[in-house]
């Protein structure tokens, strides 16, 4: 990709869990010849424990308050794709430097096809208790106005991952050309 030597910041999956930010991230960073990270594993591989046991041993504040921490350092350094954790983006503090420092991507699906993906793996602290689909309906109203501040919003449904890619990439390209 020839604009993707003209990335000055690292570029930013935002969206709720199970959109593919994880996935399609590792593609479109493959794509654009950066390297990937995902903030999960990144919280993972500093706490030792999953991301999800680690929102449930300290609850959501201080895993947010830990979140901020660990985004503001992965946005700095090297251009690279970065997945974010579906409440990242929905702390105003986090919120206001990703998108000063870095171009910020809201991957939304619809719920339905959410919770199917969901589903397949009980790695989701936050649908652990209820009925996940009632949960994720309800986390994508109270979520949906900070998303939509992300610089770019790309759909994506059932398709491939590679169309997702694309869409990604003609957005990028269009907001690059801006």
Known sequence: MQFSKSLDRPVVLVGLMGVGK??????????LGLSFVDSDAEIEDASGYPAAEVFERYGERDFRDGERRLV?????GDIRVIATGGGA????????????????????????ILAERTSR????????NGDPKAV???LAEERRPSYSEAHIH????????????????DAL???LSR
């Open 22 to 31: 994880s996935t399609v991230g590792r593609r479109l960073a493959k794509r």
């Open 121 to 128: 793996r009980d790695t989701r602290a936050q649908l652990r």
């Open 89 to 112: 983006y929905v702390d105003p503090t986090t919120r206001k430097l990703l998108n000063e420092r870095a171009i910020t991507i809201w991957l939304d699906a619809p719920v339905d």
């Open 72 to 76: 503001a350092r992965l946005i700095e």
């Open 154 to 169: 790309v759909k994506s449904g059932d398709g491939a991952h590679k169309d997702v890619v694309d869409a990604i990439v």
């Open 173 to 175: 390209e269009s907001y």
């Open 136 to 138: 994720l309906e309800k």
